[in-house]
């Protein structure tokens, strides 16, 4: 191609890229309920479907003979049910699988006997409570804990050159129940009968306390992932150990409404005023903004603003002939076609009034009716906080006065007229933390620990899990960025990398060109899975944590940074980010329910590579936004993970990430852009006008914050080592006042003085003083003199 052709190609795609409408992406807790079912399950499983049937119907059979499940009534299903429990304690492997795989039937929702997918989600629920209730979840943790003791299987698993599916068949079945149990009883659906919703909250409660081998039930699954990644235990199904363990998280302790409900409820018993606005629905109504620019528009850009400048210097007597539309466009028709290309990359056409009336001549008057479509300003309400103010008062003082007063913020003495009016502005936006509460307590426990007393802790279900994971916390961390990095997309099969396919290779590889294609979308969304359910619970944990104690948040957060979580999230998004958010690695006729309850249509290779029609693949959209979160919370006012942000060349790569037209995802790729862009230098600003344009419009503004200048960087230099030390000393003392009741300081523990009491402890001497008792008389008592008129003086 010539010159020109290749430019018409260049814009030909910006301006497709910049005419793709929003994605229709809703962020929730989880996908649809069939969505979440379906992932539980791989391709290669398929066949086990009609097994467990077969099993559940020669179960069936020898005690129901003519009836189908769907036609008893209730006393006979929930005899079945306890029939099936207690032949769950047989010796016998085989049997007890058999059993097993007709709980599973049962929990699939008797598919066989069921027309519909609907019909089949109606009977999951019915017996899904029916086994919850005959205390089924109790024999499975229990057989669970077996399998995971099963040193038998694990070094047979060690031993063998590759695992395949037939070497977790027993965990698989166990955890398959487990998972659709806690999946459906967690929906909460309005129809449900009374004791239902009683069943539930117990469940709840049970599930987060350590009712199960006297530990909640996610610290047992954290452990199953940690010998996993130990190697101890390679043929652990990972992927459902990891989609339980993040459901039973989801559900013991609350999704992202009960999270903004808890904190609302926080920040009353606090005494704290109520939050600005609701993040989550702000959020929902942000619209995604037009990908950024790439360079070839940019030299375009400046080319086309010096020919405008040259003309407005000729037509100076034009100068009020501003399009009526848009008062930054000169009305000449060249220049509107100049401007159509220009604002191909630009944000959607939202304006700020406040730049408007500075910058530009007062455009020409519009009727009220027209008035009304200029927008109602910026999402946000802005914030400040207590050391903003101080700092702000610091520098006028020492500027106008000459010297400071500390923390005080109330004298304003000496201070001129508009300083005056800065302290009020900023005071009205001040917004005081849970989290600076919670710190301000804890120093106040270290210094005055008697006359504070002892701290009384609410053990909520994140209080249990926190004091759960505790002892093996940075483990549990290291393990979950292991399996992160070994199923990210951009990784690379390295000999000593973890085999994470343990549960969807089959005993016999392909042979075929339709089942290589088959198997190869299966790995690939077996690793999308696990990253959707990883990132989840690294989310969850760290904003659960934070509300409950912002050290135990800090805890975590320090030891996913000390385990390189930053450069590894940073590796995630250096790929495709639109492919892998439109990549189609799913088969729908083959997803659960669908493939049980409909004929299966013959499989082509044209019918696997055109995949669905679908957007956008939901569970990677959600994987990006959680790891952007996740990001955003472990950089958030920590000076020297900015710096990391910086040291590891992020800005380009988040930057590619705004060509998702998602709001909720461009908003967080914002929102690490700004806090590092005073470190990325002047040229880069200039040449990002639109990206420093869509933060200005999208993210919080901080007053007082000179976030588009850098003028503070000398005052500040990266010091790592220094700030994360400081923290760890912080959390150290934390934990050890909070948790560590053996080293607690011998000073503040209660002295008894009463003589008799003293005197009538029993003390328990060694055996050699027994042996030397006399001799320690002779040289301790009989000849030492003792002068007893000065002892009784």
């Known amino acids: 191609y010539g ?24 962020y929730s807790d989880t996908d649809k309920w069939a969505a979440e079912l379906s992932e539980l399950y791989s391709y290669t499983e398929g066949p086990e479907f009609v097994l467990n049937r077969k099993c559940f119907e020669e179960e069936f059979r020898a005690h129901v003979f003519d009836k189908k499940w769907t036609e008893l009534d209730a006393a006979q299903h929930r005899a079945h049910a306890l029939r099936l429990l207690d032949s769950l304690e047989v010796i016998t492997r085989e049997k007890r699988l058999k059993v097993a795989r007709a709980i599973l039937y049962m929990a699939q929702g008797t598919f066989g006997e069921c027309s519909s997918e609907v019909e089949v989600q109606h009977w999951m629920r019915y017996n899904i409570f029916l086994l919850l209730d005959v205390g089924t979840f109790s ?15 694990c070094s047979s698993a060690v031993r063998k050159p590759a695992i395949s599916l037939a070497d977790s068949t027993d965990l698989r079945v166990l955890l398959n129940i487990m998972y659709l149990m806690v999946e459906t009883i967690q929906q909460n659906d309005p129809a449900d009968k009374p004791e239902w919703k009683i069943i539930r909250e117990t469940f709840r409660a049970e599930l987060g306390s350590p009712l199960f081998n006297n530990e909640p039930i996610s610290v047992m699954l954290f452990g199953m992932v940690t010998k996993f990644c130990s190697g101890h235990a390679p043929h652990f199904p990972m992927k459902k150990v990891l989609l339980l363990l993040w459901k039973s998280i989801l559900f013991t302790l609350g999704g992202f409404e009960q999270l903004q409900g808890i904190k609302v409820c926080k920040r009353e018993e606090l005494g704290l005023p109520p939050l600005p606005e609701d993040s989550i629905r702000v959020i929902r109504s942000m619209r995604a903004a037009s990908p950024p620019a790439s360079a070839s528009d940019l030299i375009e850009q400046q080319q086309k603003r010096a020919r405008r400048e040259h003309k407005a210097l000729i037509k100076q007597d034009n100068l009020d002939a501003f399009n009526e539309k848009d008062p930054y466009k000169a ?26 009336d500075e910058v530009m001549p007062p455009p020409i008057p519009h009727p009220p009716s027209e008035r009304m479509s200029f927008p109602k300003g910026l999402p946000w309400a802005p914030k400040v906080r207590e050391k903003d103010i101080e700092s ?3 520098s006028s003082r020492s500027k106008f006065i000459g010297y400071t007063l500390g923390s005080d913020t109330d004298t304003v003495v000496g201070l001129p007229r508009p300083i005056h009016e800065s302290i009020k502005t900023l005071k009205q936006h001040k917004y005081i933390s849970i989290a600076e509460i919670q710190i301000a307590k804890e120093e106040e426990y270290q210094k005055t620990p008697l006359s504070v007393g002892e701290e009384e802790v609410e053990m909520c ?17 290291i393990a979950l960025l292991k399996i992160l990095l070994a199923a990210a997309p951009t990784s690379k099969a390295k000999t000593d990398s973890i085999n994470i396919l343990a549960d969807v290779l089959p005993e016999e590889m392909p042979t075929t060109v339709l089942q290589s294609m088959k198997l190869g979308v299966d790995v690939n969304r077996h690793k999308e899975i ?12 760290l904003k659960h944590f934070k509300l409950n104690h912002i050290y135990q948040f800090e805890y975590m957060a320090q030891h996913l940074v000390f385990a390189n979580c930053i450069p590894l999230i940073l590796k995630f998004f250096n790929q495709n980010i639109m492919s892998y958010i439109t990549a189609k690695n799913s088969i729908s006729v083959l997803d659960f329910p669908h493939c049980v309850v409909h004929e299966l249509p013959e499989l082509t290779a044209e019918s696997l590579e055109a995949g669905d029609n679908t957007q956008f693949c939901w569970r990677n959209l959600f994987s990006c936004i959680n790891l952007l979160r996740i990001l955003n919370k472990l950089t958030k006012w920590k000076h020297s993970r900015t710096m990391m942000l910086v040291v590891f060349k992020s800005a380009p790569i988040l930057k590619r990430a705004l060509k998702v037209k998602q709001a909720m995802m461009q908003l967080y790729v914002l929102k690490l852009l700004k806090v590092q862009t005073k470190y990325l230098g002047r040229q880069w600003r200039k040449s990002n006008m639109k990206t420093m344009s869509a933060i200005y419009q999208k993210v919080r503004h901080r007053l007082n914050d000179d976030w588009a200048y850098g003028n503070d960087l000398d005052a500040r230099p990266w010091d790592f080592q220094a700030e994360e030390c400081a923290l760890r000393a912080s959390i150290e003392r934390f934990n050890s006042r909070r948790y560590d009741k053996s080293h607690s300081n011998p000073d503040f523990l209660p002295v008894d ?20 008792y006399d001799l320690w008389l002779e040289r301790e008592v009989f000849s030492k003199p003792i002068s007893w008129e000065e002892l009784l003086q």
């Open 3 to 26: 010159k020109r052709e290749r430019k018409l190609i260049g814009k030909t795609r910006e301006h497709g890229m910049s005419e793709l409408p929003d994605l229709e992406f809703e």
């Open 753 to 772: 003085n009463c003589l008799q009491s003293v005197l009538g402890q029993r003390v328990d001497l060694p055996e050699d003083f027994q042996m030397n």
């Open 392 to 394: 702000f008062l610091e």
């Open 530 to 541: 696990i990253v959707k359910a990883i990132s989840a619970i690294l989310l969850l944990l």
């Open 331 to 356: 009305d000449d028709s060249r220049d509107d076609e100049d401007d159509n290309d220009d604002n191909d990359n630009s944000l959607e056409p939202e304006t700020f009034p406040i730049e408007r």
């Open 461 to 477: 279900s994140t209080e249990l899990l926190y004091q759960g994971i505790l002892p093996s916390l940075p483990q549990y961390m």
């Open 139 to 153: 024999a499975l943790v229990e057989l669970l804990n077996m399998e995971i003791d099963n040193s038998a299987a």
